[in-house]
């Protein structure tokens, strides 16, 4: 099917497309068209920045409504706070840091950043900006703060920006942007009546009261998966080791330390559950004894610590299963498809998760990932690079081919 002969889907929506001050601020003029074909009825809000790269009269002439530009200005009056109260949906795009600082924070000084602070519905932010500032820690914490309350941010991708150099910073291609706004309008509720138990970040095993062994998961795969489920409809309980990353809206956490705490609570919970994902990196060795008090250095040029192997959680909860899916990870530096084919069926899972955490811009610490689902029947699916939250999706869709139909419990 065409572009074109796409049946309207966003029919009847009323959207507020807010446009901030980013070089990206042409690229909403086409973004606003596409609503508008799509049939929705679309009031555009600018910050006076983004009035330096477009006029209002552009976004006025298609969008065939008057564009609010200040809080101030007469016939403007208390447009941001009426236009809100009727929105099925608050857009922003492009979404400067500027914009994001804004909106995590609470500061309402013009018409765009006051609106989101009164509205009740879904705000979905496009950032576009350099590369450095997408990943400046900053922006990073401010864009953590909107997505645990909810707000959906589309990641900007990769590619050559305005500055000239190459980075994550481009705003998201059109199509991502629509996505983002139908999937707020219409929330799949494909989860309801499903369980969730599901495992994130890493272990730390003790050397002695002041050193462990880890490694560099930092729990953002399995956050998102979370995340889904959770908007998704599913009940979730997140069995989280140390990590930075704030649980997502209505999400039970199970903090953990160890290897062995995380499967005691898999363990306890694994009953209650209709599908298990284990997407923590587990520490596969563990010093054999802690030490009780911190270990000096002094007079020992070379040391050597004694290691034993911790459970296999996966491989023990695969042993107890009754109808649950199983879904686990294979994080793989070479031959992915043999390591993670090999887990799959030694493992006992539906679908294995291989990515390749050498490759550039995925992996441990970054909000994209690429990946491949293997599948129990052999089906395999390669996953282009995509923001883990995306990916988290993709999943999902692909442990649900393996549950069966729920019973009444
Ligand atoms: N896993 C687990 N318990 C462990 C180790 C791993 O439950 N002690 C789970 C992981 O959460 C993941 C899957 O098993 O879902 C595969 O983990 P991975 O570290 O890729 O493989 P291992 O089985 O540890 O094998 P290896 O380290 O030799 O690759």
Known sequence: MTENSRPPTLGGARLVLGVTGSIAAYKAVSLLRALVREGATV???MTRAATKFITPLTFEVLSGRPVVTGLFEAHQEMRHLSLPEHADAILVA???ANFLAKAALGIADDPLSTMQLTAHCPLICAPAMDGGMWSHPTVKGHVQTLRARGVIVIDPEEGALASGRLGQGRLAEEERILVGVRSALTPRRDWEGQRLL???GPTQEPIDPVRYISNRSSGKMGYAIAEAASNRGAQVVLVSGPTSLSPPQGVEVVPVETAEEMAKHMNTRMSWSTVVVMAA???DFRPKHAAELKL???GKPTTTLDLEQTTDILAALSARRTTQVLVGFAAETHDLLTHAKAKLSSKGLDVIVANDVTRPGGGFGSDQN????IERDGRITDLPLKSKRE????ILNAAQRWLTPLKKR
């Open 391 to 394: 990916l988290a999706d993709d």
């Open 281 to 283: 990196a587990v520490a």
């Open 94 to 96: 492009p979404a400067t």
């Open 370 to 373: 690429a990946a491949t689902l």
């Open 43 to 45: 009031d555009v809000v």
């Open 198 to 200: 599901l495992s994130a």
């Open 296 to 298: 000096k250095k002094r």
